[in-house]
Each structure stands twice: as structure tokens, then as C-alpha cells.
């Protein structure tokens, strides 16, 4: 995925795309920190315009940036934060979906609240899960979530952040094809593989 600086131009695209659509659009690993350098960057010059002038023009239009791109920020993330909840609630209930594009907060939120719904599912049904969780990896910008055919979803195995693009390879239970910054379940054994090779490293073992 080829990254966009960020920008006010980038931030209202991407309000728009979020906005409008029902799948997440794909974003790098550290998007979030570049939104903050970003805003950061707007405070600093802002500060540096009022100190010559609070009342120039450029205070008042780096000011009323500053406030669309906070507004912005808020409802992004809001929109993501919900469509995560949905994607997380579909793995839970046993969907082997296809993701690719999260930045890492929303890795880390996506595994959280798969856990937290995957341990309520498995209270509900008596202790046993109705299925496993599933391999969550993230599609490119546009795309929308399909049946994933990149991953096999083993009955016991274990969740590992991918580190490297790695090529297509058969394991125990079907063919895997594991691309960077993907977060799969995987076989024990491949598990072991991949982090013995520094390609993954464990997140936590599935149930």
C-alpha cells in the first residue's frame, strides 16, 4: 500500500471514505502517530502565528484548520471504532474475514474485543465455543471484507502479528499466505517456525 502524507487534504478524504461506506478503508501501521505529528506540527505554527500577530490572517485560517482537523480526527475514528466492533462481533461468531489496512491501535483494539466477545460467546454456550477465532488479516484501500481464502482457521492454534511478507507455504492444515503487519491464527508448529525465523511473533495463544 503506497502511503499518503497527512494532511488536511488526506484527513477530509479519509472522513469521507469513512463516512460513506461500510468497510474500513486501509490505512499504514502508523497512521495515528502521523495524524498527532500532523496536528503537532499545526499547533506549533499556529503558536509561531499568533506570536507575530493573533490577529493575521494566517492565525485565523491556521486556527480554523486546526479545529476541522480535531473535529475530523474525533469523528474518523469514531466511524473505525464502530465498524471494528462489527468486524470483531462477525470473527467472534466464528467469520473467517479477511482484513488488512488497520493501524496498530486498532490491531490491538480488533484481538481485545475478539477475546472479550469469543470468552462472553463461550460463557453463554456453557463454556464451549461454538467456533475458533479466526484468522484476521486487513484488505486493501476500497475493499470490502470477503471470506478470506489467505489463511486456513485451525482448530487449535496460535495468534501471531505478522513481521515480513512471507511466500505462499503449505502447512498442516492447507496452504498459508502471509503478507507484513497481517494478524493470524496459525498452527502451533508454524508458529514456531515463523518466530524462530523472526517472520512473526506471538500475540497470544488462541483458544
Do not use: C
Not at 468497510?23 to 509561531?48: G, R
Not at 492565525?59 to 464502530?82: F, G, H, N, P
Not at 479466526?134 to 492454534?157: E, F, L, Q, Y
Amino acid at each position: 500500500m503506497a502511503e499518503e502524507p497527512v494532511n488536511f487534504e488526506r484527513i477530509t478524504k479519509l472522513y469521507r471514505e469513512e463516512s460513506g461506506k461500510k468497510s474500513l478503508t486501509a490505512v499504514e501501521p502508523d497512521f495515528w502517530d502521523k495524524v498527532q505529528n500532523y496536528l503537532s506540527s499545526l499547533e506549533s505554527e499556529l503558536a509561531a502565528a499568533r506570536a507575530k500577530d493573533p490577529n493575521s490572517k494566517a492565525s485565523m485560517l491556521l486556527q480554523d484548520e486546526l479545529r476541522k482537523v480535531l473535529q475530523k480526527r474525533e469523528q474518523i475514528y469514531q466511524y473505525r471504532e464502530r465498524k471494528l466492533g462489527l468486524l470483531a462481533g462477525s470473527i467472534a461468531g466464528g467469520a473467517n474475514t479477511e482484513v488488512r489496512g488497520l493501524a496498530r491501535p486498532e490491531q490491538d483494539l480488533l484481538h481485545r474485543l475478539v477475546e472479550l466477545l469469543s470468552d462472553a460467546r463461550s460463557a453463554a454456550y456453557g463454556g464451549t465455543r461454538a467456533s475458533p477465532v479466526p484468522a484476521a488479516s486487513m484488505p486493501p484501500p476500497g475493499a470490502t471484507p470477503t471470506p478470506s481464502a489467505a489463511v486456513p482457521s485451525p482448530r487449535k492454534g496460535v495468534i501471531v502479528h505478522v513481521l515480513e511478507d512471507v511466500p505462499p507455504f503449505a502447512g498442516p492444515d492447507g496452504t498459508y499466505r502471509l503478507k507484513k503487519e497481517d494478524v493470524v491464527v496459525v498452527h502451533p508448529s508454524i508458529a514456531k517456525v515463523l518466530t524462530e525465523r523472526g517472520k512473526a511473533r506471538v500475540v497470544t495463544p488462541a483458544p
